[in-house]
């Protein structure tokens, strides 16, 4: 008796190990446009644990709040283990980064306690984790984990825009969005032609949970079904041509969905909501942060709430959709003893009681005890309905997931992107005890080059001054080309940098953007990245202010507007003297993200999630 | 006429020899006992004869483990806060029936146990092990400790589109249009395909009941057998049947636990019975949407002494936690909708086959 139907969970764990990238990024608050590539994850503060028994927790950034909230009151309760005290502890850890240190080694000094509970975002994660310990011939250490509060995937819309096509009296889903995606005539179908296009936000699923979500969702809706997707559905021609229609709608992709909400927000105060893009699948959760005047769901210091002026709705496909479910996984490891698994079970208990779970609501997520009513903020009010999603989608076998994201390669909206890098004399600084900041950056060039597609267009060039700071050195070292045939090229002229003068980074970054806006392939997401480890020096400074200012004029009125050529710059700030608020304004201004890299030594990892973009 | 003593004449030697012949039958005699009883337990033993350990208290051992199927994992969390049953040292643990009877029909050398179960799965795991020549070791003999009506959870909105297809709802409709899309069955277009919400057969008592209801709805009756499955009609309306129940995420236990956490977006319907169901969806943020729909078979659950394990003393403390949990008391009569043994081991070959 022999269980032959696959789970959900172990499907994805295979898939996930096949490959290489997959699933390794959440969508959590770790992008490195918001924080520092390398900084240490933090521990809650939460006062000294004494003798208690200590419940270490690694939890996904969403919910650090939250968990540690709860953690407090919990720890001012009577909670004992045998008349022994209880004291949990989370600490934030993105859940990729939390299932990497638990297969291959949690070093308690650089990153905190070894947990006791793990919680990630969603159980696909625990599965993965199990399937690695394995695959070393090391125990399990996950169990079943109860869902502690949970989020469904959706279509996040400007209300207007929702309205146009019928939401909220009728059923919309992706088989809508290709039929507009598909319209030349764009919004001017539903009467708005000064909407433009029909511009979609998808992150990359090579790198993001809602990417990966996204394309299985489309790709459903492509074929009729909600379960059963086979290899045989994603070789039809219509199923095909379905994913390429919507793909084809994607302003660019990316390694989170934070990148569309926080460029969606900033678009929106200053009254260009709606020429963004005109949908993204995100979260429900996001839009209620996102409708708060919270867009990346974390209030800085001082930072207050704004309400949006447009707000967003959400709509759930009417082909089916998926839930992230942030199980509470007790671990059954070496490290963790029968009075720890006790305590965090009292822990667990306690979080799913129904005053904790009213928390879980107010926080924006469904509660993880179906005994607590769902209410606000899920309310249709706020643009979200708690009745729906009406259909749930079953993840296919391993082996068509793999299948569909080898086709999403194929069929991925292509790239025309030309690669700015920074030659001047700083970059010859030591990096490592044997590198220097360009040598790392030529290997992270290099090295991202394989993320692309081959009939992606991938161009290179340089900047820095002369010697004495007189003459600005802007090079085209290799025209935007097929990458597939360019490759070996680019290569070797990367491999042959070095080091030269001085940084004219606002000449250089106006030149490369204006060539790409003379080079704009309407069917192609158009971009310049830039990688920097400085502020701007071209011999000059006292015009640098002027330089600037009409930088970021000339990137705007490329970006906005219904008749644009948008080209997105990329910046990434490059080691601790990258100038990263000029950046951020460069990224601003073009409606991407700036990428932070001020550890030299983090430069691939944030190269490849520039790259995701595409 | 006098007769000659074989061995002598004199009354000392015949008063001795008979205490000898005496002590000799004894001897016999308690080596054939013993013996009898040691055949008892031999690993050869071929014999459908199972005995009953408790009419054999000379032999019964204490119970070192209650294992109690899933469906009864409620009731076993109060037997095992009930001090009484520390006292008697039983370690209890809650296991996918099927799973325990899989380790069962493969084990060599069982320990005492008592297995809290369902009718079919002893019975499954007599008959495989008797395939297999394997000694029997397991006695499902004893009154039945509680019984709940096998029922449907079936969202009310969705049981009255599907009413008007099915009427009333049967499993021979629940198997014809399991996989349609609702549009086809007066539904909504955003339900999608009707979802039937079946545990696994190989491991569930709800899914191995569901798939003998279903197997009981296409052939009218319950007197089909294992070659029956072989037609190719029956075999195509099983498959689709099985390949139209999803798997999903989050994992949330049975598929009812999963139609509370995520509403009507998972299953349309979960196979359970009221024992379990009742107060969990009384409970629930989806009490309102949610309708029973009772249906012609009941759960009956045994206490299974297996290798003697003695359940005298833990009987009463079951049935007083199962009647406490929302179980019912048993009916006293065998469940005469049930199929044999061996054709509810094909049926859950056939389900592995096409799940």
Request: no cysteine.
């Given at each position: 008796m022999k269980k032959t139907k696959r789970s959900f969970i172990s499907s994805l764990t295979v898939t996930c190990l096949l490959l290489v990238t997959a699933c390794t990024t959440p969508d959590e608050q770790s992008q490195s446009q918001t924080t520092t590539v390398g900084s240490p994850d933090s521990i809650a503060d939460l006062g000294d644990p004494k003798d208690c028994i200590i419940v270490d927790m690694s939890v996904s950034s969403e919910k650090i709040e939250l968990l540690t909230e709860l953690a407090r009151s919990f720890n001012e309760g009577d909670a004992a283990v045998d008349d022994k005290c209880v004291f949990a502890r989370p600490q934030k850890k993105a859940s990729g980064g939390a299932m990497k240190l638990l297969a291959e080694g949690w070093d308690e000094t650089t990153e905190g306690p070894k947990p006791v509970v793990w919680s990630p975002a969603a159980s696909t994660w625990g599965p993965i984790l199990n399937a690695r310990l394995s695959a070393q011939g090391k125990p399990e250490i996950v169990g079943d984990g109860k869902?502690?509060?949970?989020?469904?995937?959706?279509?996040?819309?400007?209300?207007?825009?929702?309205?146009?096509?019928?939401?909220?009296?009728?059923?919309?889903?992706?088989?809508?969005?290709?039929?507009?995606?598909?319209?030349?005539?764009?919004?001017?179908?539903?009467g708005h032609p000064e909407w433009g296009e029909f511009k979609l936000g998808k992150t990359n699923p090579n790198f993001s949970t809602s990417g990966l979500s996204a394309l299985l969702a489309q790709t459903y809706a492509a074929t009729n079904k909600s379960s059963g997707l086979t290899k045989e559905d994603l070789a039809k021609e219509d199923v095909k041509a379905f994913g390429e229609g919507i793909e084809q709608s994607v302003v660019h992709y990316g390694d989170t969905t934070l990148t569309?909400?926080?460029?969606?927000?900033?678009?929106?105060?200053?009254?260009?909501?709606?020429?963004?893009?005109?949908?993204?699948?995100?979260?429900?959760?996001?839009?209620?942060?996102?409708?708060?005047g919270n867009p990346d769901g974390v209030l800085d210091p001082g930072e207050e709430a704004r309400p949006p002026r447009?707000?967003?709705?959400?709509?759930?496909?009417?082909?089916?959709?998926?839930?992230?479910?942030?199980?509470f996984y007790i671990l059954d490891a070496e490290w963790v003893d029968e009075d720890e698994k006790k305590a965090a079970q009292l822990f667990s208990d306690f979080v799913q009681t129904a005053e904790n779970q009213e928390k879980v609501l107010a926080f924006g997520f469904r509660p993880g005890n179906p005994n607590v009513a769902i209410s606000e903020p899920i309310t249709k009010a706020n643009g979200l309905d708690p009745d729906q999603p009406q259909t749930l989608l079953e993840i296919p076998d391993p082996s068509v997931m793999v299948s569909l994201l080898e086709r999403w390669a194929e069929q991925r909206k292509g790239a025309n992107v030309t690669i700015l890098v920074d030659v001047s004399g700083s970059m010859g600084e030591p990096a490592d005890g044997s590198n220097t900041r360009l040598d790392l950056a030529k290997q992270a060039t290099i090295s991202s080059l394989d993320q692309f597609k081959d009939d992606d267009l991938v161009g290179l060039a340089t900047f820095t001054t002369n010697s004495q700071g007189t003459e600005d050195l802007i090079t085209t070292l290799v025209e935007p080309a097929p990458v597939g045939q360019n490759k070996e090229r680019i290569k070797n002229t990367v491999r042959g940098l070095f080091p030269q003068d001085g940084t004219p980074l606002y000449t250089a970054t106006s030149q490369t953007y204006s060539s790409a806006v003379e080079s704009y392939d309407p069917t192609r997401i158009n971009a310049v990245v830039l990688l920097s480890d400085g502020v701007n020096d071209d011999g000059v400074s006292s015009d640098d202010q002027q330089q600037l200012d009409a930088l970021l004029a000339t990137l705007s009125a490329g970006s906005e507007g219904k008749i644009t050529k948008p080209v997105r710059v990329f910046p990434i700030a490059y080691g601790d003297g990258a100038d990263l608020a000029v950046l951020e304004q460069i990224a601003d201004a073009t409606t991407s993200a700036v990428y932070n890299s001020q550890d030299p030594q983090s430069i691939e990892k944030v190269f490849a999630e520039v790259i995701s973009n595409f | 006429m006098n007769a000659q003593a074989p061995y002598g004449n004199t009354d000392n030697s015949r008063v001795a020899k008979t205490v000898l012949a005496v002590f000799a039958a004894a001897l016999l005699i308690t080596g054939a006992l013993w013996i009898r009883q040691s055949r008892a337990g031999d690993e050869t033993a071929q014999s459908n004869d199972v005995r009953n350990p408790d009419s054999d208290e000379s032999q019964t051992k204490k119970p070192v483990a209650l294992v109690c199927s899933t469906e009864t994992a409620l009731a076993c969390q109060k037997i095992q806060d009930n001090p009484k049953i520390k006292d008697l040292g039983v370690t209890i643990s809650v296991e996918n029936p099927g799973d325990t009877a899989q380790q069962f029909i493969e084990s060599e050398n069982i320990q005492p146990t008592l297995w809290l179960t369902a009718q079919p799965w002893a019975a499954i795991t007599l008959s495989e092990r008797q395939r297999l020549g394997k000694p029997q070791r397991i006695s499902t003999q004893g009154e039945p400790v509680a019984t709940s009506q096998f029922v449907l959870a079936i969202w009310e909105e969705r049981a009255a589109a599907l009413e008007k297809t099915c009427t009333p709802i049967t499993w021979r409709c629940l198997g014809d249009t399991a996989g349609k899309n609702w549009t086809t069955l007066e539904g909504q277009a955003t339900w999608g395909a009707l979802k039937p919400g079946h545990p696994p057969a190989d491991t569930s008592t709800a899914g191995l009941y569901s798939t003998i209801a279903l197997t009981n709805a296409y052939f009218a009756d319950q007197t089909y057998a294992a070659n029956d499955f072989k037609e190719r009609q029956f075999r195509s309306w099983f498959s689709n049947f099985a390949a139209s129940v999803p798997s999903f995420t989050p994992l949330a236990g049975t598929p009812l636990d999963q139609m509370l956490l995520t509403g009507p977006a998972s299953y349309d319907y979960a196979a359970t019975t009221t024992a379990q169901a009742a107060d969990q969806i009384a409970a629930s943020r989806q009490r309102d949407k949610i309708k029973i729909v009772e249906t012609d078979l009941v759960i009956t659950l045994q206490l299974v002494s297996l290798a003697n394990a003695d359940r005298s003393e833990v009987e009463s403390l079951v049935a007083e936690a199962l009647q406490e949990t929302g179980w019912d008391e048993p009916r006293g009569v065998e469940d005469s909708t049930l199929p044999s043994a061996g054709v509810m081991q094909a049926l859950l070959t056939l389900w592995q086959q096409t799940s």
């Open positions: 869902p502690f509060m949970l989020t469904p995937l959706v279509i996040a819309m400007p209300e207007p825009m929702a309205k146009a096509i019928g939401w909220p009296n009728e059923s919309i889903g992706w088989a809508d969005i290709l039929e507009l995606t598909n319209d030349d005539q764009g919004w001017a179908r539903y569309f909400l926080n460029n969606w927000y900033k678009a929106d105060q200053r009254g260009a909501a709606l020429s963004y893009v005109s949908a993204a699948a995100v979260e429900e959760k996001s839009v209620i942060d996102y409708n708060a447009i707000p967003l709705v959400a709509i759930y496909p009417e082909e089916g959709t998926v839930f992230s479910d942030n199980p | -």
